[in-house]
Structure formats: C-alpha cells, structure tokens
C-alpha cells in the first residue's frame, strides 16, 4: 500500500464522522453498511469529512481545510462580509481529521455529489489562492489557506454523480415555459418528493441567498464556478457518472423502477423531460435528460470544456477527466443506496486499489 489518504466529501444534506449520526448511519456505506470501516480493514487509509449539509462550495472548502489542517474555519474576511455571515466557525485544533497534514501528505479526494464541487473548489484554493481574500485582508489576519502555493500533495480527485456543470432540477423549477407539476408522475411519488425536499432545503438565516449549495447547483452557477476552477496537469481526475432512467420512444427519460429510490422518483420524470435555456444561454437538450434521479447524467461526465477520456485503466493520465462507464443506479446507490440496498464494497476496493496502483 501507499501513503494515500484517501478523504470522502459527502453531498447536500449529508454527514461525515464529525455528526452523531454518522455512528448509527454511515454516509458512506448507507445501506450496503459502513464503507469506510471496510476499505480500513483492506489497508486503504480512509476519512469522512463533515462539511455544511446545505453551505455554499466556498464555505465547504473552508471547513474541509479547517479539518485537515487542525485549525478553526475563517471563511475569509471579504467573503463573510460580502454573504452576511460569521467569519470564524467551529474550531478543530484538538481534533483533525488526519494526523500531521504535511508537504508529505498525498491526499485523494473522493466527493459524492455536491461534494465534487467542494473538493475541486477547495484543491483551486489550496494551489492558487484566493486573490479577492488576499487584497482585503491584512497579511497577519490572512488565513494560510487563501495565500495558496500549498505544496501539500493532492495526488487524485475523484467525484462521483457530481452536479459538474450544475442540475437541471433546480433550473426548471424557475423556468416560465415550464410546468414541472404538469409532468405525469405516480401519485405517491409526490407525497415521498415532498418528504425529501424537507432534508435539501436549507434553514435560511439571513445570508445572502447566493451562499447556499442549492444556488451553486444551477447550471449557470456551476458554468461559472467551472471558469475559474483549474483541472491541474499534476493531479490524477476520475468521475464516475450514475444513470437510473431509460429513454422512451418520445425521447424523454423515465426512472427505471428496480434501480431507482422512490424518493427520487418524481424528479427523476421531470429532469427526464425538460428541454430550455438557462438565463446565461446553456441550452437543455435531450442529452440533459437521462438522470439518476437528482442530477442529470450529462453533467457528472466531466466539467464541459476540460480535457476529458474515456476510462482507460492502462492509459491513466494526470490532468485528464478519466470518466468511468456510466454507473447503473440512482443518486444515492453510489455508496450504498437511500432505501434500496446496493453493495459497492467491491466497486470501491477496485477503485482505490487502481488510483493506489499510479
């Protein structure tokens, strides 16, 4: 085995081993049983970080440095002014998530969902630095995080059903031209989508609403999260792409049932039939139809524009998007289903062995 160490990010409305609830329900394992506790037991040295379940990618990255460097969370100076919210949160020099982070340490980070855009913010940061932080804050105020050149290694980011290029579930929603509540859906499937849609929506506190995951998951958000963010030449990419609809003759996607959470159901229709334009010009097509139940499949290949292959196990390149074969399961079968048990032990074992293996 390597030095790797390996830190899971988990998605909008998630938990990682900082929550109680991570002791009786993993995030990572879910169903299938506790994931990371397993790849341990394989060798693989393994982490959950816990991030804000509804926070901005910013915030996340901040916390997500604050947890690997065993320091307090400084959302920056300029940052918490400009989003109306408390500079400082929680403290974690008495309790890092690893053990002497260090030029040494070779980090690969494994984001589920929301988390893709954590982790991509949060490596853009480390290397690169925030310039507005730096222009605004004195340098015996500045947290080393914003100053960037971190020659801490980060060796692979891996994001899986990662909203790269945003959701149209929140773009159609806002859309004029159309009628979500016009889609044909199960009746009960209405009744769980409302149940879920209490556990996504964020407690508003009186921040700038900009500040939130939901606002960063809208594909003209993410398309330009996405020109600012850096795929590093150095730094191994992989994202696996999940799907749980079948296209229909009309050339819109349905869930397919036996791979598909009830809770997502309903969504899953609507995402598998919207066709329009963002405000910013993207256009929602058919491609952004099939989905695996919260995020179009389209978007978790690779962030448009950046350099991006097919999976090629024998010809693994740094600074490439290496896309997996498209994962036959919805949003949450990933890393071990909602309500529907998947086991992905194996799926994990090789994917850790493979990236152990560069």
């Known amino acids: 085995m390597s030095n790797l160490k390996y830190v899971f990010v988990h998605g909008l409305s998630g938990w990682g081993s900082y929550d109680k609830k991570y002791q009786k329900k993993p995030y990572w394992g879910m169903k299938g049983g506790d994931l990371l506790t397993f790849l341990r037991e394989k060798g693989f040295d393994c ?15 901040c916390e997500l440095y604050a947890q690997l460097s065993g320091t307090r969370v400084d959302y920056g100076k300029r940052h918490s002014l400009q989003y109306r919210h408390e500079r400082f949160g929680r403290d974690f020099s008495e309790c890092p998530l690893i053990d002497q982070w260090n030029e040494d340490t070779r980090l690969v980070l494994i984001g589920h969902s929301f988390g893709g855009a954590t982790v991509r913010l949060f490596s853009e940061i480390l290397i690169h630095g925030a310039k507005e932080e730096i222009e605004s804050t004195e340098a015996d105020d500045l947290s080393p995080f914003f100053l960037g050149g971190a020659k801490t290694g980060i060796h692979s980011i891996v994001t899986l059903a990662a ?4 959701t149209t579930a929140y773009n159609m929603l806002e859309d004029e031209n159309f009628d979500p509540e016009g889609v044909k859906v199960p009746w009960w499937s209405t009744i769980l989508a409302k149940i879920l849609s209490r556990s996504v929506v ?5 921040r700038d609403p900009r500040d939130y995951a939901d606002y960063d998951m809208h594909v003209d958000a993410a398309a330009e999260m996405n020109r600012h963010l850096t795929t590093f030449a150095n730094i191994y990419y992989f994202s696996i792409p999940c799907s749980s609809t079948e296209e229909t003759r009309d050339g ?3 869930p397919i049932r036996k791979i598909t959470d009830p809770f997502f159901v309903k969504r ?11 405000k910013g010009g993207t256009v929602i097509d058919s491609t952004w139809h099939e989905n695996d139940g919260l995020v179009n499949t389209i978007s978790a290949r690779a962030p448009f524009g950046q350099p991006q292959q097919k999976l090629n196990r024998k010809n693994i390149q740094p600074g490439v998007w290496n896309i997996f074969p498209v994962f036959k399961g919805d949003h949450m079968m990933i890393h071990g289903g909602l309500t529907k048990k998947r086991d992905v032990k194996t799926l994990y074992v090789k994917l850790l062995s493979m990236i152990d293996a560069l």
């Open 252 to 254: 819109i996607h349905c």
């Open 47 to 61: 982490y959950a970080a816990s991030v804000a379940p509804h926070g901005s990618a910013w915030d996340r990255a």
């Open 268 to 278: 899953s229709c609507q995402i598998g039939c919207y066709s329009g334009t963002t």
């Open 202 to 206: 964020p407690v508003r506190d009186g």
């Open 163 to 166: 909203p790269l290029n945003g």
